[in-house]
């Protein structure tokens, strides 16, 4: 089935480490999108990605870092630069705002990062 | 800059009554509206959009908007609401160009029986 999988769903980390969060998408969309979700403030945009090999910062970017070595993949790496990571992370893809489409984002399930 | 403004935190409803969830935006343009829904420790999944054509749009589940331009207004509703329907609901927009979706802050939404 065509979907979106984040990996993995729960995650803990001590103070100081990186973590990296999986995003894999195989609905063959150019576009794909981190987001980052805290009680009582919705989605906030962390990265995102138009196209292979091209990222631009969302609002909340600082500590975060993304790589888009293929289509397919997205990780986002949360380094110990982020200062209040605990957070749910939300990856999403969707078709390219051309041609009239609409942009839709479809999301996958999620992933709980808790810093110890 | 586009904005999604959703007015309460909370809504209650019983069963069976109707239910109407609010969403204001701002964005210069024409507007992309949609809405979705999210169940607890899961993505958020898609319910109906607004690009152009009539004002009341029908989406999943009987779920149904309708676009007010004048007002700038993007509410949820359904005639009759069901306990199944008690989630995270969350309004979002985007103007025509080549921009992402921003959300508004969500709304719970209880159905009661």
């Known amino acids: 089935d065509g979907g979106i999988t984040q990996s993995p769903k729960y995650l803990f980390r001590k103070e100081g480490q990186n973590v990296t969060l999986s995003c894999e998408q195989n609905l063959n969309h150019d576009a794909m999108y981190w987001y980052r979700q805290d009680p009582g403030q919705g989605l906030r945009l962390i990265y995102y990605?138009?196209?292979?090999?091209?990222?631009q910062k969302g609002d909340i970017a600082e500590g975060y870092s993304v790589s888009r070595e293929k289509k397919e993949s997205f990780p986002l790496t949360v380094t110990s630069a982020q200062k209040n990571p605990t957070a749910f992370y939300l990856c999403?893809?969707?078709?390219?705002?051309?041609?009239?489409?609409?942009?839709?984002?479809?999301f996958g399930e999620g992933s709980r990062l808790t810093v110890l | 800059a586009q904005s999604v403004a959703q007015p309460e935190d909370q809504v209650n409803v019983a069963e069976g009554n109707p239910l109407t969830v609010k969403c204001t935006y701002s964005v210069s343009g024409n507007p992309y509206l949609f809405w979705y829904v999210q169940y607890p420790n899961r993505g958020l999944q898609f319910l109906l959009k607004?690009?152009?054509?009539?004002?009341l749009v029908k989406g999943s589940y009987g779920f149904e908007a309708e676009f007010n331009k004048s007002q700038t207004s993007f509410h949820l509703k359904k005639p009759s609401a069901l306990v199944s329907d008690s989630a995270l609901y969350f309004c979002a927009v985007r103007d025509g160009g080549n921009t992402p979706l921003v959300f508004g802050k969500g709304t719970r939404l209880s159905v009661i029986a």
């Open positions: 999403a893809s969707s078709s390219p705002y051309t041609g009239g489409n609409t942009g839709e984002l479809f």
């Open positions: 990605s138009q196209i292979v090999n091209d990222f």
């Open positions: 607004y690009i152009t054509g009539d004002n």
